[in-house]
């Protein structure tokens, strides 16, 4: 498991660099080539890349008093990234890793596992993301907006 922190470290840094900068992924992250954990890295920053738009849109479809433009960059691509891991990828259920499992992952299953049910996804397009709750943002009016 050591080796996907270090594979979630390198795309956030990757992303994070990405979203700043505007210069490539690809390139950014082939500076992290010789890393043991680079496949997973490349990964999650591919997918990313491919699926952004739909990942965006989810984002926002959820939340509320916050747009993807206002967010901090870090909170942005940590939400991109969760997104991409929850939704598109096959990340092991509690138990089915080497240590069994535990109790964060257990929880993220049972209250975040659904969303890969329900939110609309290109290859189920009469699924239309019902019984998700809207989160909104608890600080509307006390955080000065910054554009």
Not at 34 to 47: E, M
Not at 64 to 84: F, K, N, Q, S, Y
Not at 87 to 108: E, F, K, N
């Amino acid at each position: 498991m050591a080796k996907r922190r270090g594979s979630r470290k390198i795309a956030l840094e990757t992303l994070y660099e990405h979203d700043l900068s505007g210069k490539p992924s690809a390139e950014i992250l082939d500076r992290h080539a010789d890393d043991a954990a680079f496949t997973y890295a490349a990964t999650l920053v591919q997918g990313v890349d491919a699926h952004q738009p739909e990942i965006d849109q989810l984002i926002s479809r959820y939340t509320e008093d916050w747009t993807l433009a206002r967010m901090p960059p870090i909170d942005r691509t940590l939400l991109r990234l969760g997104v991409l891991e929850l939704v598109y990828l096959d990340v092991p259920a509690a138990g089915d890793d080497q240590r069994g499992g535990g109790p964060r992952q257990a929880v993220l299953d049972r209250r975040l596992g659904p969303l890969r049910q329900r939110h609309p996804r290109p290859d189920r397009p009469g699924d239309r993301g019902a019984g998700l709750e809207t989160w909104r943002n608890p600080w509307p009016r006390r955080c000065p907006v910054v554009q």
